[in-house]
């Protein structure tokens, strides 16, 4: 018995249906789209070079993309940091790899997260921008759970075409975020 898993990229084709008479779209156009996923690390104040190697590797592995290598934009001397060192690790996702990294991400790597309630619907931004952190890279099948000293996080930045917070949640929510439930405050 095959289950009936919609992907994202359907899911994103049938928003406009589902949303139109929510927020009185007349246009398919106007319905909002995924433009691209932007997945960043930061090495911090690790200087040995294969630490940072080993996260490239598995911010690779994780994305199925390389990542580029951020540099420092200037000199801070109290924090030890030229301009040029490393900083962190930057990854695009467009297209394909996008879709089926937030495939992924919403049905198998948040459910495996310890203790997982949802993420939150505060971090939209003016733009319609979603960023949200991972505190542990170990939460994607991808990554091997043998060094668990090497553990770092992560942020993901969804920009989609909306222009607005209450549009983008209703979208994310549509595409199966698992946000977290609202409370219902008492009086």
């Known amino acids: 018995m095959k289950t009936t898993h919609k992907t994202i990229k359907e899911l994103e084709k049938a928003s406009y249906a589902d949303l139109k008479a929510r927020f009185g779209y007349t246009n398919p156009m106007q319905s909002p789209r995924l433009i691209k996923v932007v997945v960043s690390t930061g090495v911090g104040s690790i200087k040995d070079k294969k630490k940072i190697e080993l996260i490239a590797d598995r911010v690779a592995k994780i994305t199925g993309q390389k ?97 607005d917070k209450v549009q983008t949640i209703a979208f994310l929510e549509h595409l199966g975020f698992p946000f977290k439930k609202e409370e219902v405050k008492k009086k």
């Open 67 to 163: 990542p580029a290598l951020r540099g420092a934009k200037k000199s801070i001397a109290s924090f030890k940091v030229r301009t040029g060192d490393p900083v962190g690790y930057q990854v695009t996702l467009r297209g394909k790899r996008m879709n089926d990294f937030l495939d992924r991400l919403t049905n198998i790597s948040l459910p495996r997260t310890k203790d997982f309630r949802g993420i939150s619907r505060t971090s939209v931004d003016e733009m319609g921008n979603y960023t949200f952190g991972i505190r542990e890279h170990t939460i994607f099948p991808e990554t091997s759970d043998e060094d668990l000293k090497d553990v770092f996080g992560m942020a993901i930045t969804v920009v989609t075409s909306s222009s």
